[in-house]
Every structure is written in C-alpha cells, then in structure tokens.
C-alpha cells in the first residue's frame, strides 16, 4: 500500500500533463502511484505518455466528461494510498512537495487534510493560492491569488484546500462520498471543505509544500462555462452547508453581494450568463439542501462559533483576494482537526 495516491483528473491538457508527471517522476518521496483519470479529452494529451520514472501508474480512460468532481471520485475509488494528493494536469510539483507532505502529516497526526503554497507556473514571483478562503456572505476565494509573493502567509489555518494540489486523507475523502458530482467544476473543492469543517475537520495550510500552477492554463478563465458554474455553484454551496442561523444572519450580505456582482457582470458585457447562471443556482438551492443525498451536508459536530471563526468577514478581503490563514492553536492548545468521533 502506498502512502501517497496522486489523482490528475485531465481533459484536453495538452503539454501541460506531460510537464505535471515529469515534476511527479522527480519527486524526492518515492512512497506513491499517480492514478491518471481522462475524462474523453479530443486532443492528443494521453497519447505517448512517459511514465517509466513514476513508481506505479495507472490510466483510467472515460467515455464521457465526468467534470472534476466525477473525475477525483472515480480516481479515488481504485486508489490504494493512505493520503490522496491531488495534482491539476496544468501543475508542477517542487521535487519536495510530496516529501513536505508527508512530514506534515507526522507533525499533525490528527489533521486529515492540508492545503499546499501554489505559485503561478509561469510567474514565480506571484502566488497562485495558499488555500481556498470562504467569506460569510457566501462567496468563496483562492486565497493570495494573483498576489506577489511576500503575501505568503505562515502555517496556519484556512478554510479548505485548493482543488489542483489538495490534500486528503483517502478513509475521510471517501466517508464524505468525495466530491459532489452535481457541481462537476468549480467550487466543489470549498463544497467538501465546508463539509468537512461542519464534522469538525481543520485544515492547515503548509507554506512549504509547493506546485506550480498554470491557472485557467487549459480552460479560458473567464469564459461562458466558468463564469456559469463558478457562480452557480457558489450559491449551492452557500444554501447548502451554511448553518440555518448563520444563513438567515448573512443572506442580507450574500444578496446585496450577488446584485453588486450581477452590476459588475452588466458592466462588462457578462450580465446575461450571469443572470442565468443565478437563475440556475436559486431554482436548485432547495434541492441541495436536502438531506437524501450522499452529499448532502453532515450533521454539525461544533459550534456556530467555531464554524463563523473559519469564515472571513471582510468583503475588502475577498475583493483583494488577501489570504485568509490564522495562527495555529499555541502548543498548549492541541489542533482539533480530527471530528469526535476519531
């Protein structure tokens, strides 16, 4: 059994794949097998691969897109590691990253997932994200994004991982029925961190275990699709997992925050998949807050308190895409990142 399973989910990646399973070959931590998923890419990315430096591969060729989230969840099920470690097919891992993984993982024995330092792949000056931070009025942020490099934060914690470098332990990704299928993409990565906060699942932020990442390397950032189900999916995650009395508190704040969004979308010729993508997302609101589905929210096993500490507050905040990573408990003051029930 490997300690490490790393699963790249790819579709249509191009030559960034290749440079992502090179920096795994060179990875100084030799303890993991890459579990590559192809979601029916149309390009030649899965063609000729080189994988001989990689201690064990495995390719798992799909018949239709199965989005991110369908991706990792098919991955994880043939994983055999203890930790999953996802890598985007647009990412380089530093030689260390694997290594800086695993020793954190012996420093906090009760943490079950962690968010890596992600640099821009073509800007190393400038940072990609340290973590996914989640404001209170319903809008989820890449933490440092675009930021230059001295806003790197220490290690601490933040609200969940990234996506394209997260972290997870394989027992609990797969007790919360990993991602939520229904988003596909975008967001999910924020959807199984609020869940897993609600069990009472910390996260900390490792500063020293590092990818490079391309971002919106493969798919245009601000295209149609994405601006669709980055922000419906925002407004699932929102109604889903916020707590009833930490909803009806900041529902005044998330709607004048989606109308000043909307406002900004009119201004730049966006508005009107803007307001379908709303659409989308308020007609389906109900729906995911129901309690019949794998991935419906867990019961909340800490408080009210808690679960606001974990969230940022400040709209300036997010709008500057400042981190939002807190100091670690004192040494006194063990890390309770592991739920009751472990």
């Avoid at 891992?93 to 954190?104: C, F, I, M």
């Avoid at 699932?236 to 997992?241: A, E, F, P």
């Avoid at 916020?242 to 909803?247: A, K, N, T, V």
Wanted: glycine fraction near 8%; aromatic fraction near 10%; include cysteine.
């Amino acid at each position: 059994m490997p300690f490490f399973s790393v699963l790249i989910v790819n579709y249509n990646g191009g030559d960034f794949l290749a440079g992502a399973l090179k920096s795994l070959e060179q990875q100084t931590f030799r303890d993991f097998e890459v579990i590559l998923v192809d979601n029916n890419s149309t390009d030649s990315s899965i063609d000729q691969l080189e994988t001989t430096g990689l201690p064990h591969f495995t390719i798992l060729a799909q018949s239709e897109n199965l989005g991110f989230a369908g991706g990792n969840n098919i991955a994880a099920k043939s994983a055999r590691g203890r930790w999953l470690a996802l890598l985007n097919p647009d990412a380089v891992a530093d030689p260390h990253w694997l290594e800086r993984v695993a020793q954190a993982t012996t420093k906090f024995p009760k943490c079950v997932h962690f968010a890596c330092t992600q640099y821009a792949l073509n800007e190393p000056e400038r940072l990609d994200g340290v973590g996914d931070s989640y404001l209170a009025f319903g809008i989820p942020w890449r933490g440092g994004y675009g930021l230059p490099s001295s806003f790197l934060p220490a290690q601490g914690l933040c609200f969940s991982p990234c996506g394209a470098s997260a972290i997870i332990r394989a027992d609990i990704f797969r007790q919360f029925n990993g991602f939520d299928e229904r988003l596909f993409c975008y967001c999910e990565d924020v959807d199984l961190g609020f869940r897993m906060q609600l069990a009472g699942h910390r996260c900390i932020f490792l500063p020293d275990a590092v990818v490079h990442h391309a971002g919106s390397g493969i798919t245009d950032k601000v295209n149609d699709f994405a601006e669709f189900h980055g922000t419906r999916n925002r407004i699932w995650v929102y109604w889903k997992n916020m707590p009833l009395p930490l909803l009806l508190l900041t529902s005044p704040g998330h709607i004048l925050i989606s109308l000043y969004l909307l406002v900004r979308a009119w201004m730049h010729g966006r508005c009107t998949v803007m307001l379908k993508a709303t659409s989308a997302g308020l007609r389906g609101a109900r729906t995911m807050r129901c309690k019949d589905s794998p991935w419906a929210a867990p019961k909340r096993k800490v408080s009210l308190l808690r679960i606001a500490h974990e969230m940022a507050w400040n709209p300036f905040r997010m709008s500057n895409h400042r981190p939002h990573v807190r100091p670690l408990p004192r040494p006194d003051h063990k890390v309770r990142a592991e739920s009751a029930e472990n």
